[in-house]
């Protein structure tokens, strides 16, 4: 079903459960992965999935379409889990830990994960970029995506996004090159 | 090491039938959210009652205070009372170690400007998100 449909269809009160529950599928596994790459965990990824649906769900009706549904929902998603890294960040400041190592830590504890030694040593060099700069790796790296496409869910310009990219690409194969 | 060099699959893995699930989840937990919201909503004028009750005692409070020694500083009233009523007074309240510190007036023992609450957490740092999980850290969210 075609976004404008779903939109249609959520805003009548009688349909709004299962047409939203329709966008949910639709969006859910892209989703989860943009988050999952940057929290590590898949609880924590669990856990920020669905507060994203549920600032959706609360929020659609004052979606006015300026943006596609596609966008707004990557925005969400993207603005929750950078509050989480700043959230984490600032409880490690207060317990003395390292927010960067925590996250290493959950790349090597925790349970759904299970690489390539390659892969993991590709995470661990991602780990070392600053959360926005990792955050526009992943989305043109692994997800392929458009700079203008990204431009629109950071609020970026393409220019700046080329140069990051460009940065962290030079970084991530440094720390490569190591050993 | 060049980046093309390597496969681009994700060591992440989810447990089974994961996104099959996840949907349902979803729904149940936001129908539990908006039966809350329904009981807020319902006591929200309870509040409102309990807060327009505390202002007018607080207003009738700060008149009569007024009234009563309207002219005078705190200093010129306290200096009133005898000073063995004050030691008297002081020793029979329940004041701690801790209070009484309060009460000290930090810039007279040190020349340094003590290390303010916004320098270890600036204000702008200090959002409605950040306050809520402190409370929710210390188990004071609102009982309503």
């Known amino acids: ?179 | 090491m060049k980046l093309d060099d390597i496969n681009k699959e994700k060591p992440f893995q989810i447990p089974d039938q994961y996104f099959e699930e996840f949907p349902d989840r979803l729904m149940d937990r936001i129908r539990n959210e908006s039966d809350k919201d329904r009981g807020r909503l319902i006591s929200l004028p309870v509040m409102l009652k309990m807060a327009v009750a505390a202002s007018i005692l607080a207003l009738i409070t700060f008149g009569i205070f007024q009234i009563n020694f309207e002219g005078r500083s705190p200093d010129q009233i306290l200096a009133d009372v005898p000073t063995e009523s004050l030691i008297a007074y002081l020793e029979e309240s329940e004041m701690s170690v801790d209070d009484l510190i309060e009460t000290i007036d930090m810039g007279l023992i040190t020349q340094e400007d003590p290390l303010t609450e916004s320098d270890i957490l600036p204000e702008d740092e200090i959002d409605e998100e950040m306050i809520e999980e402190i409370m929710i850290d210390y188990e004071l969210e609102f009982q309503l």
């Open chain 1, 1 to 179: 079903m075609e976004d404008k449909e779903i939109l249609e269809k959520i805003r009548d009160p009688s349909l709004k459960e299962q047409s939203f529950t329709i966008l949910v599928k639709k969006y859910q596994q892209r989703i989860y992965w943009h988050i999952r790459k940057m929290v590590i965990d898949h609880d924590d990824a669990d856990d920020i999935l669905q507060e994203v649906f549920i600032k959706i769900w609360k929020n659609i009706d004052k979606f006015r379409e300026d943006s596609s549904l596609f966008t707004w929902i990557y925005k969400i998603a993207t603005h929750e889990c950078l509050n989480f890294l700043n959230r984490q960040r600032r409880r490690s400041m207060f317990s003395l830990s390292d927010a960067g190592l925590e996250l290493n830590h959950k790349l090597d504890q925790s349970p759904y994960i299970d690489g390539k030694e390659v892969q993991m040593r590709l995470q661990k060099a991602l780990l070392k970029l600053p959360d926005k700069q990792r955050l526009v790796f992943n989305m043109k790296y692994f997800d392929d995506m458009k700079y203008e496409e990204i431009a629109k869910i950071t609020d970026t310009s393409v220019g700046g996004l080329k140069a990051s990219y460009h940065l962290a690409v030079k970084k991530i194969e440094q720390y490569l090159s190591l050993d």
